[in-house]
T-cell receptor, first 113, second 111 residues
Framework: DAGVIQSPRHEVTEMGQEVTLRCKPISGHNSLFWYRQTMMRGLELLIYFNNNVPIDDSGMPEDRFSAKMPNASFSTLKIQPSEPRDSAVYFC???????????FGEGSRLTVL | DQQVKQNSPSLSVQEGRISILNCDYTNSMFDYFLWYKKYPAEGPTFLISISSIKDKNEDGRFTVFLNKSAKHLSLHIVPSQPGDSAVYFCAARDNTDKLIFGTGTRLQVFP
């Protein structure tokens, strides 16, 4: 099993540019979570999907952030326009239904200059 | 507001000694708690968990204790090894099935 696959691993962009982060979940996992890691807030939940449907997006910081899950094998997190304060590591995590543990990808490190 | 708090950003322990990492939470509806371990440039990996109906769960060198009345849990690692040096995140599951994480504690185990 390849695990949760995220791309890109690193992204450096300039303020105002659009950023798209991608995630391929583990096959058979029907819940997908996007987290952001910062020093101040630790691992902060942005949004999660269950069976491709967004269940809770209350953690999305503002309208500049959007996430989609068009099918069971792909999700994107988009920031448009990006700002320097968006610089962080973004993690995608998935699990099977129920209280099972989350499996994390290796993260996408975003730097907005 | 932070529902899951790890008030110690870092901890340094000598190899062979016990490491105790602490976590406090505010939401009494949390029913399941987990600890994750994270190495640099990697994603967090699951370490150990405990249901709210228990007060202790043990797995090898790792033991998690839950004190529901104090809304406090702790992770004990004994004996500590240099390979345990990592950032440890506490997480709690709420009644909407989300996992809420703390800010993490960086553990350093020195020889």
């Amino acid at each position: 099993d390849a695990g949760v696959i995220q791309s890109p691993r690193h992204e450096v962009t300039e303020m105002g540019q659009e950023v798209t982060l991608r995630c391929k979940p583990i096959s058979g996992h029907n819940s997908l979570f996007w987290y952001r890691q910062t020093m101040m807030r630790g691992l902060e939940l942005l949004i999660y999907f269950n069976n491709n449907v967004p269940i809770d997006d209350s953690g999305m910081p503002e309208d500049r952030f959007s996430a989609k899950m068009p099918n069971a094998s792909f999700s994107t997190l988009k920031i448009q326009p990006s700002e320097p304060r968006d610089s962080a590591v973004y993690f995608c995590a998935t699990r099977t239904g129920g209280p099972g543990e989350l499996f994390f990808g290796e993260g996408s490190r975003l730097t907005v200059l | 507001d932070q529902q899951v708090k790890q008030n110690s950003p870092s901890l340094s322990v000598q190899e062979g000694r016990i490491s105790i990492l602490n976590c406090d939470y505010t939401n009494s509806m949390f029913d399941y708690f987990l600890w994750y371990k994270k190495y640099p440039a990697e994603g967090p990996t699951f370490l150990i968990s405990i249901s709210s109906i228990k007060d202790k769960n043990e797995d090898g060198r790792f033991t998690v204790f839950l004190n529901k009345s104090a809304k406090h849990l702790s992770l004990h690692i004994v004996p500590s090894q240099p390979g345990d040096s990592a950032v440890y995140f506490c997480a709690a599951r709420d009644n909407t099935d989300k996992l809420i994480f703390g800010t993490g504690t960086r553990l350093q185990v020195f020889p």
